[in-house]
Structures are given as C-alpha cells and as structure tokens.
C-alpha cells in the first residue's frame, strides 16, 4: 500500500477497480477470476494458534486438492519456518509456469543474518531473551541459514507469505532490510493472523456512521516494540491527552502495572462469534472498569479505530478495528496490509506516518483531516470488503490465493472489493450503497497531482545536486531520442499508476554490471532502486531493479547473454539495461552492431515490451558511426531506445577529464550523497568515479541519478496523460517485428572477422525470441530449455542419461578490503554449470533451428572448442559440423534448418550432449547455457 505524506493526510478516495473498469462490471466470481487451486505440505508447520488455525483453513478449503494431485495445483502451500525446510524447498522441481510454491516463512528468524541494530539492540534482545539470543550469538552473519535463504529468493517459483513482509524484508523484525545481503524487493504476500474477526456482521445505516460518539479511538498495551523499536503507542497516548479532544480517546497502560486497559479490552458481547476473546484476559471487575465501555462498545462507538504497532508493525488490532464495524487507521511504518494485491485500502482506511501522532500539532492535523473525509462512504467500502476477504476462513484463504497469483501474474493486478466471487453481484445489489459514480475522475486527478508533486520534488532535488540539468541530460547519447521516446516511458509509467502494476527493470552485462570492486550496495541499479521506490511507492507502484549482470571472470559476453534475456531478467520486465562497453572496445564489428539491434529488438518483442537502454562506461559510445546505426536511432527511438555515456555529461560540465583511477571526485562532490552519514574510511570509498575500469560508487551514482531524472521527467509526463482522461490497457502486448520495421542484419565475412557469423538474416525474420537454460546465477525468468527429468518416458535417450554433477562456485570478493564483511556488499553473481558423460536437454520448438551450448570458464580457456569434442544428438538423430562460437565459451550445434531438416520444430524434441569414453571425467567440461532459436 502506499504510503502518503504529511501534506495528503486528506488522502483520495481512491478508485475501486474491478475486472475492467466501473462500479456495473461484474467482479470476481467463479466464471471471471478462478481461485486457484492448492495442496498442502501436512507437515513442519507451527504449533500457535495462528498456526494451527490457518493449517486447518487450508486443509477445509474447497480448491484444496489431495497431495497425489499436487502437479495438477496451481499452488503447493508449504512452511518454510526453518533452515532445514528451506534446504528442503531449494531440491524441489521447478514449477511449471503459471504455477508456484507458496512458503509459510511467519517464524523464520533470519536475526543472525545482518547486523542491524547495533550493540544496543543486542544488549536489550539479550537481556530481555537470553535463551533465543544465544542461539544468535552463534550465528554468522553470512552463514549456511542465510545463503539458503538467499537463493530461495530468486527461484522464479516461489512466492513468500507472512503477517508482515515489510516489503518481503525478515532480517529484522525492525526491517532493517539493506544490512542482509537480501534483495530490494521479493516476491511476497501478507495474510492476517487467522486468530480474531470471524463472523462479524454489521447493523444499521452506513449513514449513521457520522453520529456515533467518538471520533477515533484506541485501547491497549503501550508497547514499546521489539528491542525499543517504537514509542508510538505511547506517543499517541502522550499527544491524545495534550489534545484535550472528548471525541479522541486513547487508553494504554503496560502488561502488568495497569489492570484498566487490559481487563476492559474484555467483551462484554463475547458469544464466541467474533474470535475477539483472548484467553489471557481475565474478566473485568465492576471497579477497575467503572465508568469504561467495554472494548466492543468503544470500538462501535467509533467512526475511526486507531490501529498503532506495537510489538511489531503487524497487529491483529487491524482486523479487530473491522470486525466492530469501524474505519481503520492505520499508524505502522512500512507495514505491508494482508491481501493488499486485491484489497484497495485506500479506499477504507487511511494511513498516518508514526511521526505525525508524536505531536500534539500533528494529531490535531490528524483529526482534522478525519473530520473531513466520507466516513460512510468508506464504511460502505470496507463493510463489503470485509465481508467479502474476512467474514470466515475460507474468505481468507480465497483473498490469499488470488494475491498471489497476481504477484505470480496469473491473473492481472486489480481491485475486487465490492465484489462477490460466490455471487458475482456488485455491493450496490447486496443492500450497500456505491461510491457516487464520479469517485473515478476524482481519484484519478489525485492520483496525477500527487504523481506530479512526487516526481517535480524528485526532479527539483537533483538538478540542484547537479547544479542544474546539465550532467542528467547531456550524459545522454542522443538528444533527439530523448524526446521522441518521452511518451513511451510515460505510457509504461502511466499504466501502471492507473492499474497499481509494478514497474520492474531488468539489466544484463559484465562486472559494471554487476558492481565489481565496489561494495554491492552502491552498484548503480541499488543507487537507482533507493532513489526511486520511495516515491513510486508514495503512487501505489511497487519499483524494482534486477541485476542479472554476471561478471568476465565467468566467461560471458553479449554474444550469450543477449540471447538469455528473458530467462535472466525475467519476462514481465518493463524496462532492460545493457552493459559491455568494455568487451566491445575497439570492436567496431559487424557482428557487434547484429547484437545490439537484437538487444533492442529482442527487448521489445517481450511480453511488456521493455523499453532499452545501453550504458557505456567511458566518456562517449563508439558506435555513431556504426553502419547504419543511426538509422537504427530514429527507427528504435519512438519506443524509448537510448544510451547514456558514464562521463559524458560530467566532462561537459565541470569535469576536465576523466580522472585516474581510484581518484576522488567528480568535479562537483567528493563522495556520494549517502556517503555524508558514513564512517570516514566508506566516505572516502563512496567518492571514487573509477576503480579502475570499473566505476566507482561516485560514477554509479552518475548513472543512477541520470536514470531517476529520465524516470522523474517521464512520470511527470504520465500525470498529465492521466489528468487528460487517457485510458490504458491494463495488459501489455510485445512489439511485433514488423513494427520495429526491417533489421539491419549484418552479414559477417568469415575471412575479415573471428569468430565466424554470429548472426544470418534469418535470425531477424522469426516473430519468436529465443529459448534459454543459464544455470549460472542470478537469473529472475522461468527457463525455456530444461534438463531432461530422469522420469520423462517422452526423451528417447532416457536409458543413457547419467546423473549430473553441479559445480557452483563462491561469490565475487572483488569488494573493497575494509568492505568484505558487510553483507549489503556481497555481490550476488555466481560461475555455475553442470555436466554428466551423457544429459539431455527438453528443447521448445524451434523457427530457426539454431542451437548452441556454452560452458563456465571455470572449465577452460578455451572452452567452446572442448565443447566441439562431444557427440551431439537431436532426439536419436546425430548431429555433425559442430563449430567454435563467439564467445570461446559456446559453440554452435546447429546453424539453422536446411534441406528440409525440421527436426525441432515442433515440441517433444531433444538435445543429448554425450562424452566418449576417450575423454576423461575430469575433462568434460560443465554446461553453463543452452540456447536455440
């Protein structure tokens, strides 16, 4: 959910989409959205009472299949509470796309993992638990537990669920997210405790909200959080007394010096119906509850109930809030609500940053903006909801279910409040009133202006880093293409405000990519993710970075890497990065100036059609006078293709030239803006622009900002489309290749240019992308190519298979000396491969009937030619005039179907790589890819 600043504290009724668009269509039911359907791991789960009552949910579910079914399920729900279970989930099969494992991790304790918190949160945790912190005492920081962890993380399979997320963060329970070697942003839902708020229904005119007795209210334990985390509840108690408002009321006391609160939290309508009666509660004495309303009566008596953290950001007070039919207000920062994917809280509920209740001031702004909103409006809203997502555990389970096939992308993000999936009536025909039907326009033009103050703020803050716009606009290659692909990027931003998609951008390339000799943490694409989440977040848009870059030592190049984009960024990525300026130095080559028009066109062929980007991290790109490249520019340009030059804007402006390696500055600042609150020697280490070939944290942040300002500048331009009434599909459609009109399509002569022809003209032709298995890491797509199962009766070669062997190595430590021990600096690529005497490979059909196989230079040199020495078969067919590629780490099957051969074309074909008994086991080399087209 979006987190609204102080100045939108009147937060916009926000627009309650549903399957398509208006309050008449047809929402969730079961001819529309299917739920989907699930098994369930029966065993390694909690014993608490949340625990035990969502398992036993799960098993009484009507889409829950038996265990013999799972394949045929959509989900296999299972717990991942444990190191051992989460060893356990990283040897399970990948599922098949459009399906999922989605892990139970509520009890996962990753503490040992960062170092969050410092010595004084391990003196509070170890006082107040020692039993549970000896165990941490123990733990390395980077040890066996986190490293499962992390790798569970970027299995494209797998989908995390918790009561609290904090954006898929569990280093802390305080978040502390950045400290955990963890990425930015996983995949993740939230799901409510499962405990209080069944069976609740509501009486009476939404009308009469107005009337009721109290405005706003709160009854409870003024916690102070995990290891003193946050003051909030008793900053509200504190600001609520100095109020002096009789219709604000807020009680709260400590666990055992003050009985009042807790024996009235007690509810006198307690028929068990509600869940709300918590067995450590005693009963309420006439004396310590004289002249209190019960916790029931207070709540319904109220138009707002405060919903403050306490322990941690979660609490069951949400629910309770709306079982006693009140509007929630929600004080927590950084709590992700349950089922926000298909729950529109913003349409009943608001949410309040903790630090505008710690004052007197601000939570008379508070209530002041409460007085001014549609309590009934919202009430209507969050009645349906309720009883639509909450009312019984089997609602929970449905609202569950559907969060996570959207964030599977099973079925697209939408809304479904006033919707009934059993019925399919709107709320309007089950006696609730709708919102009035220029809600939407309304909503919308919020949306925009805030949209619009976001970005101009965002914008304003650079260009005065910068001392103006020069740097962030003139490290552009080509000003032209800035402005026609202006509109492209606003239309990707554009639609996913007005739909509440993500925007996700995906990067290949070499160690710039990846941040070599840097600390993680300050490669460019985590510069560009903390600039930019905050504020896209502020919109409802949920903004990440993938870096899939791989680093030299591995062997790779473009020449592989632009055929796996996909699979190595994933396929929903909006916008693709590319970085090889240093392997493409003084190759100003045919076959170069082929990968990148495939990079550009393959990109756009992609389901959302990303928008490309190379980046180049000298002083200028090489490649103007390429062979036809600008006709390239004008043609690629209308789609948002672009490139940015790392110092080309900097020697324009300040600079005057490019600096030695491992100097500081960049002619305007001596270290990185975050580098101001960091210790001497990492200030010092932020303000480098170039390592070496490698920039420094100062360069990437050259390139970060570069990209927030073109980001800013085009979310700006898609706040006037939204305020203009422009519609946009909610599903994205790739670019079909006659579209993007002609490619150049070099042909490569042989004799001028080693490697021989990485590309023929009919490489251009196919409307397909190609097809690829990177066993290195990381990688964020669902492989198209996949290792043959040793139970698949389809694979002809299935008696010859042998086990395979996988040989992963360690992670880069191409970080700077004093850095190495931070796990935020430990880079995520990883060398990879795997061999046998004989494996075989299920291919997807094939247009152009290229195949080839690379190998890790872990194995060699000059691995490409080892991998000539195998015998190569397609189903039984053998096939011969194997070849070196380029880089020397692949080589080439198959150049293409020819005199008639179409074996491949169709689906059930595959490839078997044998070694003749010649070669010794030592000597095979490991598969790193295998790619076909």
């Known amino acids: 959910?979006?987190?609204?600043?102080?100045?939108?504290?009147?937060?916009?009724?926000?627009?309650?989409?549903?399957?398509?668009?208006?309050?008449?269509?047809?929402?969730?039911?079961?001819?529309?959205?299917?739920?989907?359907?699930?098994?369930?791991?029966?065993?390694?789960?909690?014993?608490?009472?949340?625990?035990?009552?969502?398992?036993?949910?799960?098993?009484?579910?009507?889409?829950?299949?038996?265990?013999?079914?799972?394949?045929?399920?959509?989900?296999?729900?299972?717990?991942?509470?444990?190191?051992?279970?989460?060893?356990?989930?990283?040897?399970?099969?990948?599922r098949p796309a459009g399906k999922f494992y989605l892990v139970d991790i509520r009890g996962l304790d990753l503490e040992g993992c960062c170092k969050c918190g410092g010595a004084l949160r391990h003196r509070v945790h170890d006082a107040q638990y020692p039993e549970d912190y000896s165990v941490h005492k123990k733990n390395d920081h980077d040890g066996q537990e986190c490293r499962r962890f992390r790798k569970l993380v970027t299995r494209t399979d797998v989908i995390l669920m918790n009561i609290d997320l904090f954006n898929g963060a569990l280093c802390c329970r305080n978040g502390c997210k950045k400290d955990c070697g963890l990425p930015e942003s996983l995949k993740s839902v939230t799901y409510d405790d499962f405990e209080v708020?069944?069976?609740?229904?509501?009486?009476?005119?939404?009308?009469?909200?107005?009337?009721?007795?109290?405005?706003?209210?709160?009854?409870?334990?003024?916690?102070?959080?995990?290891?003193?985390?946050?003051?909030?509840?008793?900053?509200?108690?504190?600001s609520a007394d100095a109020l002096h408002d009789p219709s604000v009321i807020v009680e709260c006391g400590g666990f055992e010096d003050d009985h009042a609160w807790k024996c009235c939290m007690n509810y006198d309508h307690d028929d068990g119906a509600t869940g709300m009666s918590k067995g450590h509660r005693r009963k309420c004495t006439v004396v310590e509850c004289a002249g209190k309303l019960s916790y029931t009566d207070l709540l319904t008596a109220s138009q707002f109930g405060l919903?403050?953290?306490?322990?941690?950001?979660?609490?069951?007070?949400?629910?309770?809030?709306?079982?006693?039919?009140?509007?929630?207000?929600?004080?927590?920062?950084?709590?992700?609500?349950?089922?926000?994917?298909?729950?529109?809280?913003?349409?009943?509920?608001?949410?309040?940053?903790?630090?505008?209740?710690?004052?007197?001031?601000?939570?008379?702004?508070?209530?002041?903006?409460?007085?001014?909103?549609?309590?009934?409006?919202?009430?209507?809203?969050?009645?349906?909801?309720?009883?639509?997502?909450?009312?019984?555990?089997?609602?929970?389970?449905?609202?569950?279910?559907?969060?996570?096939?959207?964030?599977?992308?099973?079925?697209?993000?939408?809304?479904?409040?006033?919707?009934?999936?059993?019925?399919?009536?709107?709320?309007?025909?089950?006696?609730?009133?709708?919102?009035?039907?220029?809600?939407?326009?309304?909503?919308?033009?919020?949306?925009?202006?805030?949209?619009?103050?976001?970005?101009?703020?965002?914008?304003?803050?650079?260009?005065?880093?910068?001392?103006?716009?020069?740097?962030?606009?003139?490290?552009?290659?080509?000003?032209?293409?800035?402005?026609?692909?202006?509109?492209?990027?606003?239309?990707?931003?554009?639609r996913a405000l007005q739909h509440g998609r993500p925007l996700t951008v995906g990067v290949i390339g070499s160690s710039v990519a990846v941040g070599h000799d840097n600390c993680a943490y300050d490669s460019f694409e985590n510069q560009l993710q903390r600039t930019l989440e905050g504020g896209f977040a502020a919109v409802g848009v949920n903004f990440t970075v993938r870096n899939a870059g791989q680093?030299?030592?591995?062997?790779?190049?473009?020449?592989?890497?632009?055929?796996?984009?996909?699979?190595?960024?994933?396929?929903?990525?909006?916008?693709?990065?590319?970085?090889?300026?240093?392997?493409?130095?003084?190759?100003?080559?045919?076959?170069?100036?082929?990968?990148?028009?495939?990079?550009?066109?393959?990109?756009?062929?992609?389901?959302?059609?990303?928008?490309?980007?190379?980046?180049?991290?000298?002083?200028?790109?090489?490649?103007?006078?390429?062979?036809?490249?600008?006709?390239?520019?004008?043609?690629?340009?209308?789609?948002?293709?672009?490139?940015?030059?790392?110092?080309?804007?900097?020697?324009?402006?300040?600079?005057?030239?490019?600096?030695?390696?491992?100097?500081?500055?960049?002619?305007?600042?001596?270290?990185?803006?975050?580098?101001?609150?960091?210790?001497a020697a990492r200030k010092e280490s932020l303000g480098v622009l170039y390592r070496n070939w490698h920039p420094g944290p100062l360069g990437f942040q050259v390139v970060a900002d570069v990209l927030a300002w073109r980001y800013a500048t085009a979310a700006i331009r898609a706040a006037e489309m939204l305020a203009s009434g422009q519609q946009f599909d909610a599903e994205i459609s790739p670019i079909p290749p006659a579209s993007l009109g002609p490619a150049k399509c070099h042909e490569v002569d042989e004799h001028k240019e080693h490697p021989p022809p990485l590309m023929r003209p009919s490489f251009c032709v196919p409307d397909v992308l190609p097809s690829c298995i990177n066993h290195e890491l990381p990688t964020f797509g669902t492989p198209q190519i996949h290792l043959a199962a040793s139970t698949d009766a389809s694979n002809p070669m299935k008696s010859k298979t042998v086990a395979v062997q996988v040989r992963n190595n360690d992670n880069s430590t191409l970080i700077p000396q004093s850095e190495r021990g931070l796990a935020k600096c430990m880079h995520a690529d990883h060398c990879r491969g795997m061999r046998s005497r004989f494996m075989t490979y299920k291919l997807p059909p094939m247009a152009v009937g290229h195949i080839k196989v690379c190998c890790p230079r872990f194995t060699g040199e000059d691995c490409g030619a080892v991998l000539r020495r195998a015998t190569y078969y397609l189903n039984t067919q053998q096939l011969s005039g194997?070849?070196?590629?380029?880089?020397?780490?692949?080589?080439?099957?198959?150049?293409?179907?020819?005199?008639?051969?179409?074996?491949?074309?169709?689906?059930?074909?595959?490839?078997?790589?044998?070694?003749?008994?010649?070669?010794?086991?030592?000597?095979?080399?490991?598969?790193?890819h295998v790619i076909t087209l």
Not at 22 to 44: C, H, L, N, R
Not at 211 to 236: E, K, P, Q
């Open 1 to 94: 959910m979006a987190m609204r600043t102080l100045s939108e504290l009147v937060w916009l009724v926000a627009v309650l989409t549903a399957m398509g668009a208006a309050f008449g269509v047809t929402g969730v039911d079961s001819d529309a959205v299917k739920i989907p359907t699930f098994t369930v791991q029966e065993d390694g789960w909690l014993s608490d009472t949340i625990a035990t009552k969502f398992k036993a949910a799960l098993m009484a579910h009507p889409r829950r299949l038996a265990r013999s079914q799972a394949d045929e399920a959509d989900v296999e729900v299972v717990p991942g509470r444990t190191s051992d279970q989460i060893a356990t989930l990283l040897i399970k099969p990948v």
């Open 197 to 238: 708020g069944f069976g609740a229904t509501f009486e009476g005119a939404v009308e009469a909200v107005t009337s009721r007795t109290y405005l706003a209210t709160f009854r409870g334990g003024c916690h102070r959080g995990w290891w003193n985390s946050s003051t909030v509840r008793l900053d509200l108690k504190t």
């Open 307 to 494: 919903a403050p953290r306490g322990n941690q950001r979660w609490s069951s007070r949400l629910i309770e809030v709306m079982a006693h039919d009140s509007i929630p207000v929600i004080i927590s920062d950084g709590y992700t609500l349950p089922y926000e994917q298909v729950i529109d809280w913003d349409s009943m509920s608001l949410v309040v940053p903790e630090a505008e209740v710690s004052s007197t001031a601000g939570l008379q702004r508070v209530t002041t903006a409460l007085k001014k909103r549609n309590a009934a409006q919202m009430l209507t809203v969050m009645r349906a909801s309720y009883s639509r997502w909450f009312a019984s555990s089997d609602s929970r389970i449905d609202a569950l279910l559907l969060s996570a096939a959207v964030v599977g992308k099973k079925i697209p993000a939408n809304r479904y409040d006033l919707y009934s999936a059993s019925s399919g009536t709107t709320a309007t025909q089950q006696g609730h009133a709708a919102p009035p039907a220029d809600t939407v326009s309304k909503a919308t033009a919020k949306l925009a202006a805030t949209t619009q103050q976001t970005f101009t703020a965002l914008k304003a803050k650079l260009e005065a880093y910068w001392h103006g716009k020069g740097v962030l606009e003139d490290s552009w290659v080509f000003p032209d293409a800035q402005v026609a692909g202006l509109d492209a990027w606003a239309t990707k931003i554009a």
């Open 551 to 679: 680093g030299g030592g591995c062997g790779d190049s473009m020449y592989n890497q632009v055929w796996c984009l996909p699979s190595m960024v994933g396929d929903d990525v909006d916008f693709t990065t590319y970085s090889w300026s240093y392997f493409e130095s003084g190759k100003h080559t045919p076959a170069l100036a082929n990968i990148h028009e495939l990079f550009i066109r393959w990109s756009l062929m992609m389901p959302h059609a990303p928008i490309p980007t190379m980046l180049f991290a000298t002083e200028h790109w090489s490649y103007e006078n390429e062979d036809g490249f600008k006709d390239k520019i004008a043609r690629y340009a209308k789609f948002g293709f672009n490139a940015i030059a790392l110092a080309k804007g900097l020697l324009a402006h300040g600079l005057e030239k490019r600096p030695e390696w491992g100097a500081l500055g960049d002619g305007m600042h001596t270290t990185t803006r975050y580098g101001e609150s960091e210790s």
């Open 882 to 928: 194997v070849r070196e590629d380029s880089p020397k780490k692949c080589a080439i099957v198959r150049e293409e179907f020819l005199n008639g051969d179409v074996l491949g074309r169709d689906s059930g074909t595959y490839l078997s790589i044998s070694w003749g008994d010649e070669i010794a086991d030592a000597e095979i080399p490991y598969v790193s």
